[in-house]
């Protein structure tokens, strides 16, 4: 029976007259007069009238068997919980197909046992397609998850085993084997044909401190000033020994004469017992402080090279600008330039480099791709920052398409620069006479060559050409802007007929679907790998230990497109035999 606003602990339910069970309230609300109950773990609702309440029974509630100390008769093994299309299975099958013979070189006979190098490379890889890339993290998911379990056979090595594996055994070059291999398994799928590169290159921060950087030119000034110091105390002990004259020049000082020179005067010194304390102590700080600061400034550049800066916790990171700029004051930080060359947005080809503009990479970068497959691409598609003679010159001597953009390729279609006739691009040029003529009709004659070498050692040849006479031009205030009463201008005709040629290129069919292509090949891949997957600071320090990091990278973005494109399906079949050979 139901009253409302009294409490209802249990009530009977009647069924054709007779009475079945004692239920229990599980709900109760007096307003609308709904009430709950539970008969033999059944429930009993209202179905609610404008007069009466009818109630009706649902089924009997069932479990699933739930037992943690089940023990199975044929218990399963780890490969029935893997999915047959999962991607740990195509990291499995295809790093199977590869030869390891140069990292199972490294080993060493004798002591305890190893764990077997395929069985690390695959863990590691797979981290990495899985955006893990901590060594404890990879130690971590090797007891917990049963997809780290089955493709490591149950192996569990700890974090120092797999950094020291990623860093000392994958280095010096052999895992670029690695990642040529699977290229090439690429392009014997027809996945890639190696026959165009997509270049671009960004930065990536290095692990070492921002804070510890260490500058050329301030270390160069301080080195100057400490060298003319101490030859001036050393320069006063000569003289009150008058032993030396003392005529040298600073520049010409070396620190190993330096010492040898101190050791000298700290000698005569004790001989002659000068009983100028306060120059010989200065003479002793010389020998203490002075000359060990100057060995330290020379190995700071020597570590410098033709850098500008390093960092001190890490000697081959150089300081420059990142796209990632958090506080927006364009502060540098210590990092490579990392150059890759995809096609289908599979990444070919990848190379780190010092130098904070892309310009002066291109020749190396190509000279790479050709090692790493014993050929080169037949057409080089990049941007504007790549647009110099000297790269243009490459290309043209290696037979390569340069579709590449200069400076001006798009400011040489405005209005603006199409209508003006005063820049020297659009004044008349007599090739067989060798002249130019200005907007007043005036020759301007050649006068010289001068030969700049750029800080890539490469040697250019530019042309002067000036007028005979500009004074009274009425034009002159829009020519000629300089002091000089005649306008001389400086043409690379070289560099001009290696921009003409790049612009026909770019404005053919082909050249404006590559246009249309670049934003969408490396820019992309760069986008997927620092937004998508996390990767914007590498976790290793040193050019060889970096170089693997990336690699590692490259190398599990092109596993990723690899299982869309075999829709997570990759048998583990044997090379044919073309490919095979290329692989040996």
Not at 69 to 77: A, G, I
Not at 278 to 300: A, D, I
Not at 518 to 545: M, Q, T
Not at 546 to 552: H, I
């Amino acid at each position: 029976t139901y009253r409302p606003n009294k409490k209802i602990r249990s009530a009977v339910f009647f069924g054709g007259g007779d009475i079945k069970q004692i239920a229990t309230v599980i709900s109760l609300k007096s307003k609308e007069i709904t009430v709950a109950f539970m008969v033999n773990n059944c429930y009993i609702y209202r179905a609610k009238n404008k007069n009466n309440c009818l109630f009706t029974m649902s089924a009997k509630i069932v479990y699933k068997d739930y037992n943690q100390n089940e023990s199975l008769l044929f218990p399963p093994t780890l490969g029935e919980l893997v999915p047959d299309n999962h991607p740990v299975r195509t990291v499995n099958a295809v790093l199977d197909r590869l030869d390891i013979s140069d990292i199972e070189s490294t080993y060493k006979g004798g002591g305890t046992s190893s764990f077997h190098p395929r069985m690390l490379l695959k863990v590691i890889v797979y981290s990495y397609l899985c955006n893990v890339y901590s060594g404890r993290g990879m130690e971590r998911l090797l007891k917990e998850n049963v997809n780290y379990m089955w493709l490591s056979g149950m192996s569990k090595p700890d974090f120092r085993t797999i950094n020291r594996f990623r860093s000392e055994r994958l280095a010096d070059g052999r895992f670029d084997d690695i990642f040529r291999q699977i290229v090439l398994i690429l392009n014997g799928e027809g996945l890639v044909s190696l026959k165009v590169q997509y270049i671009d290159g960004t930065k990536i921060e290095s692990v070492a401190n921002k804070y510890t950087f260490v500058w050329k030119g301030s270390v160069e000034k301080n080195k100057s000033r400490l060298e003319a110091k101490v030859d001036a105390v050393l320069k006063t002990a000569e003289s009150v020994l008058d032993e030396e004259n003392g005529d040298c020049n600073a520049e010409d000082i070396e620190p190993k004469d330096l010492a040898e020179r101190t050791e000298r005067i700290l000698e005569k010194m004790d001989r002659q017992g000068i009983s100028d304390k306060k120059l010989r102590k200065s003479v002793q700080k010389v020998k203490e402080e002075s000359l060990p600061k100057l060995e330290e400034y020379q190995n700071h550049l020597d570590t410098l090279g033709e850098r500008n800066s390093y960092s001190k916790t890490d000697k081959d990171a150089t300081f420059m600008r990142m796209k990632e700029d958090a506080m927006n004051n364009g502060q540098t930080k210590p990092g490579y330039n990392i150059q890759i060359a995809t096609e289908n947005q599979f990444i070919t080809n990848y190379g780190i480099y010092w130098r904070p503009t892309d310009w002066g990479t291109m020749i190396p970068f190509l000279d790479s791709f050709k090692e790493r497959y014993g050929r080169q691409s037949d057409e080089v598609v990049a941007d504007s920052g790549y647009g110099n003679e000297a790269n243009y010159a490459y290309m043209e001597s290696n037979g390569i398409d340069a579709y590449v953009k200069y400076n001006m390729f798009h400011a040489e279609t405005k209005r603006k620069y199409v209508n003006n006739g005063f820049l020297v691009q659009n004044m008349y040029y007599n090739s067989i006479e060798d002249y130019y003529v200005c907007p007043m009709g005036q020759h301007m004659e050649r006068c010289g060559t001068q030969h700049p070498v750029s800080d890539l050692k490469y040697r250019s040849e530019v042309v002067v050409y000036r007028a005979v006479n500009c004074k009274g031009c009425p034009l002159r205030g829009m020519c000629n802007k300089g002091r000089a009463d005649r306008r001389t201008v400086e043409v690379n005709h070289t560099a001009n007929g290696f921009k003409r040629q790049a612009r026909e290129l770019l404005t053919s069919e082909r050249g404006m679907m590559h246009r249309s292509n670049r934003p969408i090949e490396p820019e992309a891949v760069f986008g997927d790998i620092k937004f998508n997957h996390g990767f914007k600071r590498f976790r290793l320090k040193s050019n060889r230990k970096v170089r693997v990091e990336f690699g590692l990278v490259a190398l599990a973005h092109n596993l990723r497109k690899y299982i869309v494109a075999n829709d997570g399906h990759v048998e583990n079949r044997p090379l044919n035999a073309n490919l095979a050979g290329c692989l040996a």
